[in-house]
């Protein structure tokens, strides 16, 4: 009787897990920025179908560098100093999470150090869908084309396969997002795998939040940042020459429904 | 002109040495300054001392390029208002660095151009 019982169980929890393998679905793409200091990330889109959410995380320490340009070059050979953003100890990664059904969106960030949670609108995005069609990787993709937030993406789906999400905050589409690249050529998104058989998916580090901030205050703030901590004049004595810093000119995204003042634009 | 290189390990050092960080300290305290790095490294000392910091006086100038998450390169540039010595030079910059890794930036290199 025991064994029997142990049996229905132990039958009970593997069909539990399959059932839950099915519903969890993990895309890995490989970001490529075509910045001055050009490099790749890799991230990843955990995706549950039963619950219409998704959770994108862009792993901010691994970077693959991409080729500077001499001018980039000579001029980073010229400087006295050399910094970049610095992250919390064990910090690897920003993340997205999307509640598709609920449509909202919440965004984590690790910025120089600060971990920021940013309570965002969520995208509806109005995708064109585009008669083209290409192969990647063996799939059949189709294209489809939208704005947001000031950039226009162009993205290569499969219908083949009927999940409608993608990298970063673009979904929507009748099948996973394969390719997505704005039409500046800017960011670059590309699927490298597709795994269906996972069951966990991984946990945001909600206790580092130190703020909650709508987009427009995060935003705010990282003017705030820049131009007047950053470029700060540092010691009595010395006298600094810098221009203001635009933090939206290079960001993914450049124009917003909301009305934002920034303090370059005085 | 004279260039000297120290490690990020070295400018904390010399950051945290005892320098007010919130101005420039200036030659008139040199001797206090050679005070404190007999707290430092014996190697950092070296470099300096090799420099023949005793005897030049030059406007001190330095470049600050840092780039953004995107891997966009801002730059900022500092110049002393006269003439001072390469420690307080060396001072400047290092209290630079120290405001910015108070930011939460990491800085990666680090050198002085004393011209």
Redesign the interface.
Known sequence: MSKKFFLVLLLFIVNLGAVSAQNHVLVKYVEF?N?????SMNEFLYIDKEKNQTLYLID?VNQMPGLISDE?QQ??A??????????LDGSIYDYVEINHAQKEIVLYED????FFQINDSYPDLQWELMPETKEVDGLACKKAVTTYRGKTWEAWYAPSIPLPYGPWKLHGLPGIIVEAIDTDGRFIYKMASIDYNITETPKIPKDKVIKVLSAKEYLLFQDD??NN???AP??????????S?N?V???RETEFEFDIEFSWED | MKKFLFSALAVMAFAGSGFASNEVVSDSSYDKEIFHFENLNAKIIDKILKADILNNQNPCSYTIVYVDRYGDRKTKTGRSEGNVSSVVCSNIVAIEIKKLEETGASVKEFSIEWK
Do not use: M, N, W
Request: negative net charge; glycine residues 6%.
């Open positions: 920025i910045s001055d200091i050009p490099f901010y980039v001029e980073l010229q400087a006295d100093v050399f910094a970049e953003p610095g992250r910025f120089y150090k600060r940042f820049y901590v950053i470029l540092p010691t009595r004595g010395v006298t600094i020459t810098a221009s810093h933090v000119e290079g960001s």
